[in-house]
């Protein structure tokens, strides 16, 4: 993890981390390398740690990448840093996010739109702004009725990090009537 997607979260967490009581966090790629947004959330809520592989901040451990085992609307938030680049399908993880999220659920998304060639196993993409609406666009076809809230490029390089931030029912957008100051 690279200090800007670590600043990110912890602004998500600041502005959308109030408007929850506590709950059930899952971060999707936990493993800690260079760090762990465990560190950026308040302690009211419950962390789960979720990657392919054991390693230190892995709670579970996926046997498919792309099936995460929680119950249908299920989590109160959803994190993913510097995750998606690494996914080759990337839009069924964002699918399975937004299948674990309750209704007022929050998905956080932050990935890079830039920075060097890193394979973790593999690096497969990088992320530009239309990519926000066009995973919500996605998922909107397959059913959902997600709702991006916000999205940005932060300027911190080499990564120029795209943080994207989700509700996963459009008629929970008012609960959340505040965005990250630029």
Known sequence: MHPSAMRNC????????KYKDGGMVVD???QNVNGTLKDAMPSRFQYTGVDYVEAVNVDLVLTDPYKFPFQDN???IVLSSSCLE???FFWLSFEEMVRISK???LIYLNIPSAGPYHPYPVDCWRFRMDAALALMNWSRRQGSSVMLLEAYTDEEQPWHDLVAIYCKDETHVDKYPERIPS
């Open 10 to 17: 912890i602004k998500f967490f600041d502005v959308y981390g």
């Open 74 to 76: 299920s989590v109160d």
């Open 103 to 105: 209704p007022d659920g």
């Open 86 to 88: 690494h996914s080759e």
């Open 28 to 30: 999707i790629g936990s």
